[in-house]
């Protein structure tokens, strides 16, 4: 009986042992941080651009622009966002690094709607690009005005040569899809909506003025041309 109870009581240390040694389930919590992208044409803005350590990464992606957009980081993506829609996208990072988001739609990210986020490393330096500028130029002449219809994809302008002066264009988007007429190194078009209408005026030295849609892909489809200024 003695040896019994001794054996009884080895074999109950031995099982209390390997009990005590049993590891805990599970992870330690995730940090969790919250981002706002916006999205423009053709730009994101996050709120941040860096966490300090691994974890769950929770993006709100708002689309602001006056196109559809989407946004991809690590794996994950939203789905395509029209224009004033939002997704809440969560994603889960295990190892710290830089992760490259961009936007998935044809010709988007070459525009510049791309860039780094990191994870527990200071986030990657941004580049400033200064814009180019062009000096206000005085002219001397009469003042025109140029109407300016945009389609898919092409330009009606009710006139293609004008004597040098200052020219008040007149611009509608008369197509189904965003477009803008910009006039190289001189006016960058705002994109416009179906229906929507800019106005403005530019003093126009004599020579010849490219002038051209912005949104990506719309110059290769046919929406570029030439006004000659005398």
């Given at each position: 009986?003695?040896?019994?109870?001794?054996a009884a009581?080895?074999?109950a240390?031995v099982f209390?042992?390997?009990?005590?040694a049993s590891?805990?389930?599970?992870?330690a919590?995730?940090a969790t941080t919250?981002?706002?992208?916006?999205a423009?044409?053709?730009k994101?803005t996050?709120s941040?651009?860096?966490?300090?350590?691994?974890?769950?990464?929770?993006?709100?992606v708002?689309?602001?622009?006056?196109?559809?957009?989407?946004?991809r980081i690590?794996g994950?993506?939203?789905?395509?966002l029209?224009?004033?829609?939002?997704?809440?996208?969560?994603?889960?990072i295990?190892?710290k690094?830089?992760?490259?988001y961009?936007c998935?739609l044809?010709?988007?990210?070459a525009?510049?709607?791309?860039g780094t986020?990191?994870?527990?490393?200071?986030?990657?330096?941004t580049t400033?690009?200064?814009?180019?500028?062009?000096?206000?130029?005085?002219?001397t002449?009469?003042a025109t005005?140029i109407t300016?219809?945009?389609?898919?994809?092409?330009?009606?302008?009710?006139?293609?040569?004008?004597?040098?002066g200052?020219v008040t264009?007149?611009?509608?988007?008369?197509?189904?899809?965003?477009?803008?007429f910009s006039?190289?190194a001189?006016?960058?078009?705002t994109?416009?909506?179906?229906?929507?209408t800019?106005?403005?005026t530019?003093?126009?030295p004599p020579?010849?003025?490219?002038?051209?849609?912005?949104?990506?892909?719309h110059?290769?489809?046919?929406m570029?041309?030439?006004?000659n200024v005398?």
């Open positions: 009986m003695l040896v019994s109870l001794a009581g080895i074999g240390g209390a042992s390997s009990g005590g590891p805990t389930g599970g992870d919590a995730d919250r981002v706002r992208v916006i423009t044409d053709f994101f996050l941040r651009r860096s966490v300090p350590a691994t974890g769950t990464v929770i993006f709100t708002v689309n602001r622009g006056k196109i559809a957009h989407d946004f690590a994950k993506k939203t789905r395509i029209a224009p004033g829609k939002s997704q809440v996208l969560r994603v889960v295990r190892r690094g830089r992760y490259a961009v998935t044809t010709g988007h990210a525009a510049g709607m791309k986020f990191s994870v527990g490393r200071p986030a990657a330096p400033t690009t200064t814009p180019t500028t062009t000096t206000p130029t005085t002219v002449g009469p005005t300016v219809d945009m389609f898919e994809y092409r330009f009606a302008l009710s006139q293609n040569t004008v004597p040098s200052t264009f007149v611009i509608t988007n008369r197509g189904q899809e965003p477009h803008n006039i190289t001189v006016k960058v078009g994109i416009l909506s179906a229906g929507q800019e106005t403005y530019v003093a126009m020579r010849s003025y490219e002038y051209v849609c912005d949104v990506p892909f110059i290769g489809f046919g570029v041309g030439q006004l005398t």
